[in-house]
């Protein structure tokens, strides 16, 4: 499996994100810089992780949605190439319109940093089929912007064709009915608030994130 990390300047999870996937696919990621204009040949996935991409300004991932080599993810994304962003990363996709919605501040205007559980809603997108609809799983988050907002319309869509992945099974932030995680509509794009990458070896505490990738890692295989 051909893995690549996308880093941001202000990026923070970027190692913790390439240690898991090294560990999982049994092969090192490639990082990538923002400013880089192609990627490489022959990608299984694309992942861009969690942080703070250019401090935050103007709004979290605005800057770095824009950046070169988002170009490229966007058109592989339009191949089919599996697309990871998780926190920061969720952002950076909802921005470059790779996903609808926006991450705005937390409903308490407060940083949320703690364990949450989340249900598993949709098990159609390869990101989430090791796991078993309706079940609950625990997985960190830590962000200031992590409400996810659309309108009426949007939320109801994602709702009907099965995009919603994951759904808070707990208050965290303020999100539209809860959502914590959703797809594009093919199901190659997934963007998160949670962190799975940190819940992936015993050491970590507990294993929930680790299927996220194994059952990734399946398809492609």
């Not at 240690?19 to 192609?38: F, K, Q, S, Y």
């Not at 990363?89 to 470059?96: N, R, V």
């Not at 809860?178 to 940190?198: D, F, K, S, W």
């Amino acid at each position: 499996m051909k893995t690549a990390v996308v880093v941001f300047p202000g990026s923070n999870c970027d190692r913790d994100l390439a240690v898991a996937l090294r560990d999982i696919t049994g092969v090192a990621p490639a990082m990538l810089w923002h400013d880089d204009p192609e990627l490489p040949e022959g990608l299984d996935l694309i992942a861009l992780p969690g942080g703070f991409s250019h401090g935050d300004y103007l709004r979290s991932g605005a800057i770095a949605a824009r950046a070169p080599i988002m170009r490229a993810v966007s058109t592989a994304a339009a191949r089919g190439t599996p697309v990871l962003g998780i926190c920061n990363g969720f952002q950076i996709l909802t921005e470059a319109g790779l996903l609808p919605g926006a991450l705005m501040r937390n409903a308490g205007l407060d940083f949320v940093c703690r364990d949450v559980a989340l249900e598993v809603v949709a098990t159609s997108s390869p990101f989430t089929r090791a796991y078993q609809a309706g079940g609950i799983i625990t997985i960190p988050v830590a962000h200031h912007d992590g409400n996810f907002q659309a309108d009426d319309a949007t939320l109801d869509r994602l709702e009907q064709q099965g995009q919603v992945a994951f759904r808070y099974a707990e208050e965290v932030n303020g999100s539209a009915r809860a959502i914590a995680g959703i797809t594009n509509q093919a199901g190659n794009v997934l963007g998160m608030m949670p962190h799975p990458e940190r819940v992936v070896e015993p050491a970590h505490g507990r294993t929930d994130g680790r299927r996220l990738f194994e059952g990734l890692l399946a398809v492609i295989a």
